[in-house]
């Protein structure tokens, strides 16, 4: 869905599912939330960034994808 940029759907079915997340999982949510910067995006993004494990803070795909999605939510405090 996100690669079509149909972030409302990725978002829908993010909610939807129970997974265990991975780097692509966050990735891509944060990437969707990004897409769509309204405020259940910045809700799901903002929790979804708290909860995430130490260790993929150090992957530089992750922390692109979460510092764009921050920025596209005119957070720069946070996406510093």
């Known amino acids: 869905y996100v690669g079509n940029e149909m ?3 990725a978002l829908d079915l993010f909610e939807q599912i129970n997974i265990n997340f991975d780097s692509v999982t966050y990735t891509v949510v944060f990437n969707a939330c990004a897409g769509l910067a309204n ?9 979804l ?8 803070r150090n992957n530089n795909i992750i922390s692109n994808s979460a510092i764009d999605m921050l920025m596209k939510f005119g957070d720069v405090e946070s996406a510093e």
């Open 7 to 9: 972030f409302e759907r």
């Open 49 to 56: 960034l708290a909860k995430m494990p130490e260790n993929y």
């Open 39 to 47: 405020d259940r995006a910045m809700k799901i993004g903002k929790e």
